[in-house]
Nanobody, 114 residues
Framework: QVQLVESGGGLVQPGGSLTLSCATSGIIFRLYAMKWYRQAPGQQRELVASITSSYTTNYANSVKGRFTISRSNTQNTVYLQMNSLKPEDTAVYYC????????WGQGTQVTVSS
């Protein structure tokens, strides 16, 4: 069956960095656009970054210049490098495989606090 497993979340101080990973199985990874979303308490889920099967990337304005999305088609994994983290980046981060069908991971908590 299809699985998307996020990892790499945690507690970090403002200005710090984290790298999230989303390992996939059960899909032809190279054919899927991959996306990272986040959802803060009481907020709607928002799209943070995306990378197409041809490696085109897009970012939300709030994270441009701080976050980098990348993918490894050999490891079937998508990454989100997050630098200069701010308290407002605190949220549960989800990865999404967007193709013929849509698949979601279970989420990983990122907390930015001193």
């Amino acid at each position: 069956q299809v699985q998307l497993v996020e990892s790499g979340g945690g507690l970090v101080q403002p200005g710090g960095s984290l790298t999230l990973s989303c390992a996939t199985s059960g899909i032809i990874f190279r054919l899927y656009a991959m996306k990272w979303y986040r959802q803060a308490p009481g907020q709607q889920r928002e799209l943070v970054a995306s990378i197409t099967s041809s490696y085109t990337t897009n970012y939300a304005n709030s994270v441009k210049g701080r976050f980098t999305i990348s993918r490894s088609n050999t490891q079937n994994t998508v990454y989100l490098q997050m630098n200069s983290l701010k308290p407002e980046d605190t949220a549960v981060y989800y990865c999404d495989a967007d193709g013929r069908q849509n698949y979601w991971g279970q989420g990983t908590q990122v907390t930015v606090s001193s």
